[in-house]
Nanobody, 119 residues
């Protein structure tokens, strides 16, 4: 059983910064892709950023230039540095990973962390 644990959410004023982290419950995993999604009430989860297995990072257009995601391959941890936050960034942020176990790639989700941008 694998769990993804997010941390770092909270309340921040517009223009402020937050840093999210995602830590798997095991560090002996073969993680293929790892990324962040966010969800607001009444909407589907939307991609924020994803770090691919070849190291390429893809961002949603709405966060380009403001958010930076990075992955520590030695610890299999993922972070999301969010700068210049806007009220529309308010959402529950979820860590996502495709992990190879027993020759099969399985998708895992964290439980989410709330980010609220408000004055």
């Amino acid at each position: 059983q694998v769990q993804l644990v997010e941390s770092g959410g909270g309340l921040v004023q517009p223009g402020g910064s937050l840093r999210l982290s995602c830590t798997p419950s095991r560090n002996d995993l073969n993680i293929i892709n790892m990324g962040w999604y966010r969800q607001v009430p009444g909407a589907d989860r939307a991609l924020v950023a994803v770090v691919l297995s070849d190291g390429k990072i893809m961002y949603a257009d709405s966060v380009k230039g403001r958010f930076t995601s990075s992955r520590d391959n030695t610890k299999n941890t993922l972070s999301l540095q969010m700068n210049s936050l806007r009220p529309e960034d308010t959402a529950v942020y979820y860590c996502n990973a495709y992990i190879e176990l027993g020759g099969k790639a399985t998708e895992y989700w964290g439980r989410g962390t709330q980010v609220t941008v408000s004055s």
